[in-house]
């Protein structure tokens, strides 16, 4: 079965910083999809970035990127100069071919002002 | 336009009750999908449905959850009896349709339900 795993519950990092969020996920796929999502304190999921495993750039959406190792079945999360709003819970999710979604646990990020 | 609404936002109820979460796709989205977020299990599918279809319900946790679709616009998940440890916030989220394989469909979230089963 597949599984994603986000090590870090917690992180915190000032204003205008850059921050990785860690991803590493597990399937005997070739193809599916990787993606970040956002949920804010209004709970409302937000999509930040995708990434489809068959291309080997990463995807990049304004401050936020990706490093895509698919080899090491690893996808993290960078964002740039990081602002206040970006204070949220960040979830990883893996997409098999089944459009079924698998989240990990999240991780708790706080910019600090 | 309006993305997927769920209702009520917030319900409280007492153990053993029945508890009805409703969910408005957005339109012309063809599939549905229910999600069960607590802090322990993080963020789970329940159910989807593709066409009003239940496709895979493997994630259902018990007999006590029943979801239908009786049509495009609308969707059900019920719980009863309710208990305590139902407790969580419930999403619904729609997509296109389903894309299987090498292609992808973006799901969008409703805001939820977050139900306390007291």
């Known amino acids: 079965a597949q599984t994603v795993t986000q090590s870090q519950p917690e992180m915190s990092v000032q204003e205008a910083e850059t921050v990785t969020l860690s991803c590493t996920y597990d399937t005997s796929e070739s193809n599916y999809y990787l993606f970040w999502y956002k949920q804010p304190p209004s709970r409302q999921m937000i999509l930040v970035i995708r990434q489809e495993a068959y291309k080997q750039q990463n995807a990049t959406e304004n401050r936020f990127s990706v490093n895509f190792q698919k080899a090491a079945k690893s996808f993290s999360l960078k964002i740039s100069d990081s602002q206040l709003g970006d204070t949220a819970m960040y979830f990883c999710a893996y997409e098999d071919r089944d459009d079924k979604i698998i989240f990990g646990k999240g991780t708790r990020l706080h910019i600090l002002p | 336009d309006a993305g997927v609404i769920q209702s009520p936002r917030h319900e409280v109820t007492e153990m053993g009750q029945e508890v009805t979460l409703r969910c408005k796709p957005i339109?012309?989205?063809?599939?549905l999908f229910w999600y069960r977020q607590t802090m322990m299990r993080g963020l789970e599918l329940l159910i989807y449905?593709?066409?009003?279809?239940?496709?895979?319900d493997s994630g259902m946790p018990e007999d006590r959850f029943s979801a239908k679709m009786p049509n495009a616009s609308f969707s059900t998940l019920k719980i009863q009896p309710s208990e305590p440890r139902d407790s969580a916030v419930y999403f619904c989220?729609?997509?296109?349709?389903?894309?299987?394989?090498?292609?992808?469909?973006?799901?969008?979230f409703g805001p939820g339900t977050r139900l306390t089963v007291l």
């Open positions: 339109s012309g989205h063809n599939s």
């Open positions: 989220a729609s997509s296109v349709g389903l894309a299987g394989g090498y292609s992808y469909n973006e799901q969008f």
């Open positions: 449905f593709n066409n009003n279809v239940p496709i895979d």
